[in-house]
């Protein structure tokens, strides 16, 4: 079993930062690839970023230049870099493992990102 515990939300002013963490612990710890995704109110849940075996990464358009998705393999911890925030990325942020594609099955219970003056 696969416990993955989110961190880092808040409320943050636009153009501000913030970094949220995401720690995976469990036996037979096998994730290769990791996500963020964000679900908005009364939106659907979306990958904002992935990150996989060999350090590829992805993102989804309106976060790139923005957002830096990394992994700690040594922590079994990923990370997200959030700058340059924006009104529109207010949501609830959950981490996600996976062993072979996105979304696994793996989830984290989510963290609050308001970005409000």
């Known amino acids: 079993q696969v416990q993955l515990v989110e961190s880092g939300g808040g409320l943050v002013q636009p153009g501000g930062s913030l970094r949220l963490s995401c720690a995976a612990s469990?036996?037979?710890?096998?994730?290769?690839?990791m996500g963020w995704y964000r679900q908005a109110p009364g939106k659907q849940r979306v990958l904002v970023a992935g990150?996989?075996?060999?350090?590829?990464?992805n993102y989804v358009d309106s976060v790139k230049g923005r957002f830096t998705i990394s992994r700690d393999m040594a922590k079994n911890t990923v990370y997200l870099q959030m700058n340059s925030l924006k009104p529109e990325d207010t949501a609830v942020y959950y981490c996600?493992?996976?062993?072979?594609?996105?979304?696994?099955?793996?989830w984290g219970q989510g963290t609050q990102v308001t970005v409000s003056s």
């Open positions: 990150i996989f075996r060999g350090g590829l990464t």
């Open positions: 469990g036996s037979g710890l096998s994730i290769s690839a």
């Open positions: 996600n493992g996976a062993t072979r594609f996105l979304p696994g099955d793996y």
